[in-house]
């Protein structure tokens, strides 16, 4: 709600499974993923995620309150990692940074897209 009311627009998933699934159909900007879900975990999603094609690049804020370390996270592709609880500007910090992330990648690829096309183009 407060993400919501900052001007996000957000999509909620009730377990790991949905949120695999909303982010295959809808390319959200970004994720931020509760360690503690039902189903598969929060680290066993953002594993998923990271594997898939569709889904590999989107950035994922991991948010805990169980003692999960950035190390653990980042193992399983989170880019960052927030401790509950936590204070809401901080949230927006770290939501800001991690969509800029995002765009930076989004940048980056389109720039390999567009590399490959001229070296396929390019006479040897």
Do not use: H, W
Request: proline letters at 5%.
């Amino acid at each position: 709600s407060f993400l919501t009311a900052t001007g996000y627009q957000t999509i909620l998933a009730s377990n790991g499974e949905e949120a695999i699934e909303i982010a295959k159909s809808e390319s959200p900007n970004a994720i931020l993923l509760d360690v503690k879900m039902p189903g598969i975990n929060g680290i066993e999603t953002c594993r998923i995620l990271r594997a898939q094609e569709e889904t590999k690049l989107i950035p994922v804020i991991m948010a805990t309150a169980l003692g999960i370390t950035k190390p653990e996270a980042t193992d399983a592709g989170a880019d960052d990692i927030i401790y509950k609880p936590f204070n809401l500007a901080d949230l927006a910090l770290r939501v800001k940074s991690i969509l800029c992330i995002g765009d930076l990648r989004d940048r980056a690829q389109r720039l390999m897209t567009y590399m490959e096309q001229l070296d396929k183009n390019c006479p040897e």
